[in-house]
Structures are given as structure tokens and as C-alpha cells.
């Protein structure tokens, strides 16, 4: 089946719109760069060693989605720690980012860092934990980075698996991708309800 994509997954561009999903979804979460990130590793298990150069690689997938993720929680982190008007009255009027901050800034100074990784999983929760860092003041880069760059892998390697084993265990067809994506929505779902629990139960 993916096969019969052709232009569709051939050629290096496909990194390049794997990156740029992956690194505006922060602000956008709204873009599918997880069901992106699937399809085109998907794909690369489809591809035979007579395709192998015009399907993804395997290895420089996980490498470019976890790459994008880490430069997008960077750049919202910073732009959250430069603050702003603009920032300061979202926070003023949504309760919900309000009690993300404060929450956020008391896990990561009992070194709750983990709860960044389990965020990078949760629908829109990448683009709450990346902000919220940044708006507590006392969040420093150094901090974030570290904990950042292992949520970046864990999901890559996460959304790259679920697309490479679920295409050789069902098959390169559609079934094999919604599998794979229902998969990764579960996870998602999951960590959401994690995340709303309580910090003591977490």
C-alpha cells in the first residue's frame, strides 16, 4: 500500500515536514505530526533494500522528530520567559494555564522533571509545560533542557515504533497505521489523566 504512495514518502523532504510539524505543533497543537511522524515510519518499514533510498530511515527519523520537539519546547520556553503583556493577561484569565504554572514550577523544584516527559505524550500538554516553564521565574534553561530532551526521545522513539513494528506485525497497509495511531492517542489519553491527578497520588 505504501508503496503506491510514491511522491508521497520518496525523497528527503519528508524529514523536513516531519521537522517542521514537529517543531510548530508546540504552538499549534493542533497539527497531526504524530500521525505524520507514524505514516512515515510506516512507510520505511515498507520500503525494501531496492527502496531504502526513497523511503525514511529509521534512525534519522527518531533523530530529526526528537531534535524538533527539543528546539520547539526551547523556543516556546523562551518566549514564555521573556514574558509579555500579551502572556501575563492568558495567564491572568485562563485558571487552567494559571494553576499549570504554579503546579509546574513546584514539581520541578522537587525535581518532578519526569512530569515534563509525561506531558510531551498528553494532547496539548507539550504546549502547556513548555509556556509554563517559562513563565516561572525561577526556571532556568539548564533545568528544562535535560528533561526536555529525554520526553523529545521518549516520544519519538515511542511514535516511530508504534509505525516500524506495527507495519511488520500487521502489515504496510491503512489497518496497520490507525492501529498505530489509536495507540499513540492512548498513551496520550493516559498521561492526561495522569497529569490530573493530584501531585501527591502522582
Do not use: K
Not at 521573556?82 to 513546584?106: C, H, K, N, P
Amino acid at each position: 500500500m505504501f508503496e503506491s504512495m510514491g511522491p508521497l514518502t520518496a525523497g528527503p523532504w519528508i524529514y523536513a515536514v516531519v521537522a517542521a510539524s514537529v517543531l510548530l505543533d508546540v504552538f499549534l497543537p493542533l497539527l497531526p505530526s504524530g500521525v505524520l511522524v507514524i505514516a512515515a515510519a510506516t512507510a520505511a518499514a515498507a520500503g525494501t533494500a531496492e527502496q531504502m533510498n526513497t523511503v525514511p530511515d529509521i534512525v534519522a527519523l527518531i533523530a530529526i522528530a526528537a531534535t524538533a520537539s527539543v528546539l520547539g519546547d526551547l523556543a516556546a520556553f523562551r518566549l514564555a520567559r521573556r514574558g509579555g503583556v500579551r502572556l501575563d493577561r492568558a495567564l491572568a484569565r485562563s485558571r487552567r494555564l494559571r494553576d499549570t504554572q504554579e503546579s509546574l514550577g513546584r514539581a520541578l523544584a522537587r525535581g518532578g522533571g519526569p512530569l515534563v516527559v509525561l506531558a510531551r505524550f498528553a494532547p496539548a500538554g507539550r504546549s502547556l509545560m513548555s509556556l509554563g516553564a517559562g513563565a516561572t521565574t525561577d526556571r532556568r534553561t539548564r533545568d528544562f533542557l535535560p528533561w526536555s530532551a529525554a520526553a523529545g526521545v521518549a516520544w519519538a522513539c515511542y511514535s516511530v515504533g508504534l509505525g516500524y513494528f506495527g507495519a511488520h506485525w500487521l502489515g504496510a497497509n491503512w489497518l496497520a497505521t490507525g492501529v498505530s495511531v489509536l495507540a499513540l492517542f492512548a498513551a496520550g489519553a493516559g498521561a492526561a489523566c495522569l497529569m490530573r491527578r493530584p501531585a501527591t497520588a502522582r
